[in-house]
């Protein structure tokens, strides 16, 4: 019996390692042959991915191009616009100042009036203001005559009481009947 515990896992050693080194050659051999696909598959991947480039840059150019001429005309136009727009703009700046200095004219006449007129105002003002003066001054002058009237009216009336002739002689007496 202790020769079988050696003999049979020795035998099944045997078998094993026949059986691994067969296995062991299988993967090593699938090994290669999904290196070589890859490598193969990465080839007509990098093949393709060129060819695509080379497409999408030829597009992209044909497309920048376009894009760069209808910028140009875009541009074109543009500047176009903008030319016409600066020539109607000068044109109304100019109508705008010829207005602007008719106006300035009317103003300047308008003022030479207004002024005119203020000096024409101040001067009837002065003259209102005159006349009122001279009607104050003759109601100041009436009143203080009628005040020297009435008191040289007492004076007098006061000279008369106090003299002889204006005391009434008195009166006769009831005595003599």
Known sequence: ?????????????????????????????????????????????????????????????????????????RGEKKQRDYDDAMKKLKDEANGYAAQADMLAKEAASTEIQISLARSDKEKLSREALELAKQVEQAKIDRRSAELEIQRMIEIVGRKLNESSIAVPPPPPSLVAK
Do not use: C, W
């Open 1 to 73: 019996m202790n020769k079988f515990y050696l003999i049979v896992p020795a035998m099944l050693l045997a078998v094993f390692a026949v059986l691994y080194s067969g296995a062991r050659k299988e993967m090593v051999a699938k090994q290669v042959a999904q290196h070589e696909a890859k490598v193969k598959a990465g080839a007509e991947e990098k093949i393709r991915k060129t060819a695509i480039e080379a497409a999408a840059n030829a597009e992209a150019r044909s497309r920048q191009e376009e894009r760069a001429a209808t910028d140009r005309a």
